[in-house]
């Protein structure tokens, strides 16, 4: 483990938007070790997807649906996510939301399906 290598003791480990599910996953994953707080911001965690005892998130359709908007028309599904960002269309800047599609757009479409759990 990373903060066991670098002998970090009582990090804060923070995850926005999917990165939260990946905080956890590690608190989870190592016990909590050499962690003392943990914050998440915009939480997607642990699901995206509803299933049995889970009832928030997309239908499997929804997620079918998102998968496949990966695979042929990822810049509109981007610039769609993108302008949810701030609460309300027209939130952020032409220049954020450029960069923040810039950002997604540099992701492997493979890793994006991968990351999501929706398959």
Request: hydrophobic share 40%; charged share 20%.
């Amino acid at each position: 483990m990373v903060l066991e290598k670098l002998k970090i003791e009582k990090a804060v480990l923070g995850g926005f938007s999917m990165g939260s599910a990946v905080t956890l996953h590690f608190v989870t994953k190592y016990k909590g070790a050499h962690i003392s707080k943990l914050a998440v911001f915009g939480a997607t965690g642990p699901s995206w997807k509803q299933r049995e005892g889970y009832p928030y998130g997309i239908i499997d359709q929804g997620a079918a649906d998102l998968i496949q908007q990966t695979k042929t028309s990822r810049q509109q599904l981007v610039a769609g996510f993108g302008k949810g960002f701030a609460g309300q269309e027209g939130g952020l800047s032409h220049e954020s939301l450029n960069w923040l599609e810039s950002i997604n757009l540099d992701a492997s479409p493979p890793v994006r399906i991968e990351s999501t759990g929706f398959d």
